[in-house]
């Protein structure tokens, strides 16, 4: 069967209406200076597919700006903006990770290497990005502690990244692989 745009605008809308309700429903960790969003489980989707993409940028758009508008994302509009373009970075990033041919490995172990590695651009690109954002909003002086302020709050962004993406992260990627899930969500997607 044939996969028709409507289909793929349905997928997209489900993987960012979800994103949005993962975010949401933990508010305050969501938004926190030290940020813990369930919701990044979903960023490595675009291991699979180049919908996943699409659908955790809108959801992490629609978040923050959803959260700006109900008083929990104490960060502001910037956040919309800024939160959004890294996840779009690390979306590209980690849907190129999935294309990667492993061609000298067995599947398995293929496999294995694009999971470990697809959370990488997320960890990498919020704490930079992110980091940088929370380091200018709540950094007060932006004078020679701006880079102190920066590490750190990247920092404790990435670790963050790591604890989702390697923990509830792994768990869905692996579920995924298994029995070729993926393939029945993502009829389009070449074989990974």
Sequence with gaps: MKETNVTRLVKIALIGALYTAL????????????????????TLLPLFSPLGIWGVTFGCFLSNL??????????????????????LIAALITHRIG?????SME?????????????????VSNGLIVGLELALV????????????????????AIGEIVICYTLGMLLTFALY???LYKKLFPMTRTV
């Design 23 to 42: 975010t949401l429903v933990i508010a305050p960790l969501s938004f926190s200076t030290v940020q813990f969003r369930i919701s990044e489980t979903l």
């Design 66 to 87: 959803l959260g700006f508008l109900l008083g929990t994302n104490p960060i502001g509009l910037i956040d919309a903006v800024c939160g959004t373009l890294a996840t």
């Design 99 to 103: 294309r990667i041919s492993f061609a």
């Design 107 to 123: 599947v398995g172990k293929a496999r294995l290497v694009r999971a470990l590695l697809a959370p990488v651009p997320v960890v």
């Design 138 to 157: 709540f950094g007060g002086n932006p004078g020679e502690s701006l880079p102190y302020i920066w590490m750190f709050q990247g920092v404790s962004v």
């Design 178 to 180: 298994r029995a070729d």
